[in-house]
């Protein structure tokens, strides 16, 4: 740059401070976060209450209705009009898309603080103004790509310019920039086509098109959902097009949440949106937000698809429903979502049934138990219980949907009450908080009942009771036995050993109590569920694994190193039941293949001779007679 070029700038700026506060600091930063924009053929946006200062750019998204576009006049940007543009997306920061006919004119403007320039990779801009200030002119290079705005006061203002599309089809960019440059010296100087403003603060990538292929239904610009609510989705937003995992519990509305675009993902003009159900299935077709629950199985209302929803209900209360949902626009099938809705709980399944100890209240239970049942440590759990409904769907049955009973006409003195003490909070099938979980009360006396629990809906008050099972009351192990599956064994065989455990009284022992410390030492075999070994093979807090007091390990036979074939006897000690002797199974190994011994063999040829003998003995007879 010469020296005469540099004084010239400088002079310009000591002219322009006339004007109070006329430049602010240099490089006005970029907002971190751009707002919101009107898509193509929507009201335009308005750059004063939804822009950000040098941050957001906007373009006119409302089409002319004559030959030319018109320029903004005010931040509002409400009296600018494009011609040509076909698609616009959401943002206004420097990440823009948008597509136009080639020829077509789209209409800029910003709200800044700074000097500005509008540039553009092709096409020419025109009519740039800094809105309702006359000091400053804007200039243009020879190509028109650009247009400088050199100066404006700190406040905000608003400025604009009109950018016609080439004719040549491909992308193009428009950006915005604000601020100022310095010289060499640290000078701020006044931008011009050669030194622009130093910070991008709008930008959008324009692809231009010979023909517009919007207007009809696009699949891949499009979003549809299930959803536990009416909501309003943007299609391509993080998020949209995944189904809700929810479970739609009995009496629940399910809905499914669309949104309909074109090829450049712009709204569709209104149509027919037709709604259909099967399986009697109730649906309301509307425009999204809070929607009615419908009358009949097909549902039609005029609407552009954008953010709309269509609600299912079941046709009859309690009634599990499963539905297929098939939702069309102008005739062509947009949608298809198959949605389940339970119904209300027809069947409790008792199960995983332990035994309680003595003079304990029916608040607890056995963690140790239910967790080698399902694998959920609960305090107060001997059984659980799963409620379904009449299609056989998990239904949860959490303390807002109804109360456990017992069945009071199946207790007896020595099964004095039954309570559930931990409720289900899920309905899928597959997870252990499907189960409630329960107990009940013993007395001092080993006994069973058969005995049932009940469910009532607190909304209809209608009771559900299940099948009898049978609560168990006995004494803690006093007294143990164990025995083998059986009494010979191979090599690579599964050995089964298992433990009876009795109380005082000879009944089968509780599942509350734990088995204690425990040893085993059974020649050549492993445990497979316990380590066979000089220390406790098993937890010693572990309970029976078995509602009749028993506990079944299981053994492999042989070693790495094989095994020597002959007669074994194994001790089995649990050694907190002192009354009881050691268990002593005894069994016989064998290493598997030919077992024959030279014993056997000399057995088998001496019985041979002996045959033959007495087959020559008879003929002989048989000669002499003739």
């Not at 006329?22 to 907002?31: L, W």
């Not at 950018?163 to 491909?170: C, D, M, N, Y």
């Not at 929607?291 to 009949?296: H, K």
């Not at 001496?606 to 045959?611: D, N, P």
Request: hydrophobic residues 40%; glycine residues 10%; proline residues 2%.
């Amino acid at each position: 740059m010469s020296t005469k070029t540099l004084r010239k700038r400088i002079a310009l700026v000591a002219a322009s401070a006339l004007f109070a506060g006329v430049f602010s600091v240099v490089g006005a930063p970029v907002a971190s976060a751009a707002t919101t924009h009107a898509a193509a053929g929507e009201a335009n946006s308005d750059a004063t209450a939804d822009g950000t200062v040098n941050a957001s750019l906007f373009m006119a998204t409302f089409g002319s209705t004559v030959s030319t576009a018109a320029l903004a006049t005010a931040g509002t940007g409400a009296t600018a009009t494009q011609k040509g543009l076909l698609y616009k997306d959401t943002s206004s920061g420097t990440a823009q898309t948008a597509t136009v006919l080639a020829g077509g004119t789209l209409s800029f403007y910003a709200k800044v603080s700074t000097a500005s320039a509008f540039t553009a990779t092709g096409g020419s801009f025109s009519s740039a103004d800094l809105l309702g200030d006359d000091r400053f002119t804007a200039t243009y290079n020879s190509s028109n790509t650009t247009v400088v705005i050199p100066a404006t006061t700190t406040s905000s203002t608003s400025i604009a310019t009109l950018w016609t599309a080439p004719t040549t089809l491909g992308t193009y960019t428009v950006s915005l920039l604000t601020g100022y440059y310095l010289s060499s010296s640290g000078t701020r100087l006044v931008p011009d086509q050669d030194n622009l403003p130093p910070t991008l603060s709008g930008k959008v990538t324009i692809t231009v098109v010979a023909a517009s292929s919007g207007g009809s239904y696009s699949a891949a610009n499009s979003t549809c959902q299930i959803g536990a609510a009416g909501a309003a989705l943007v299609a391509g937003v993080t998020g949209t097009g995944i189904d809700s995992t929810a479970i739609f519990a009995d009496g629940d509305a399910a809905y499914i949440n669309f949104d309909l675009n074109d090829a450049y993902g712009a709204n569709l003009s209104t149509g027919n949106i037709v709604a259909t159900a099967t399986n009697g299935a109730l649906v309301n077709a509307a425009a999204g937000g809070d929607v009615v629950a419908g009358t009949a199985t097909t549902d039609v209302f005029a609407d552009d698809g954008t953010g709309s929803t269509v609600r299912i209900d079941q046709p009859t209360a309690g009634a599990p429903l499963t539905t297929t949902v098939t939702i069309s626009y102008n005739g062509t099938t947009v949608c298809t979502k198959t949605v389940s809705i339970r119904g209300k709980v027809a069947k409790l399944t008792v199960a995983n049934v332990g035994t309680q100890n003595l003079n304990i209240a029916s608040t607890a239970g056995s963690g140790q138990w239910m967790y080698q049942q399902t694998g959920v440590f609960d305090a107060g759990a001997l059984f659980s219980v799963v409620a379904t409904d009449s299609a056989g769907n998990v239904v949860s049955t959490p303390t807002t949907y109804g109360t456990y009973s017992a069945d009071s006409a199946t207790l007896t003195t020595g099964v004095q009450a039954i309570t559930i003490n931990t409720r289900s909070s899920t309905a899928t099938a597959s997870s252990t908080s499907r189960f409630n979980y329960g107990s009940w009360t013993c007395g001092a006396t080993a006994n069973t009942a058969a005995v049932k629990i009940k469910f009532t809906v607190t909304a209809t008050g209608e009771t559900i009771s299940s099948d009898a099972f049978n609560a168990r009351c006995a004494g803690a192990p006093y007294t143990y036995e164990a025995s083998l599956d059986k009494a010979s064994y191979t090599m690579g065989e599964l050995a089964k050993v298992t433990v009876k455990f009795l109380d005082s009284k000879g009944f089968p022992a509780n599942s509350v109590t734990a088995v204690g410390a425990n040893s085993w030492s059974l020649p050549y075999m492993t445990g497979v569920d316990v380590s066979l070994a000089s220390t406790n093979p098993a937890s010693s807090t572990a309970v029976t694994k078995n509602n009749d007091g028993t506990s079944t390990y299981t053994l492999t036979v042989g070693t790495t190193s094989g095994l020597t074939a002959g007669t074994y006897t194994g001790v089995i000690e649990f050694s907190s039941w002192a009354v009881s002797p050691k268990s002593t199974p005894t069994y016989k190994l064998s290493s598997g293949g030919d077992t024959t011994t030279n014993a056997d063999v000399l057995k088998s040829i001496v019985a041979l001779i002996a045959s033959i003998n007495k087959q020559i003995q008879a003929l002989q007879k048989l000669i002499l007679k003739r």
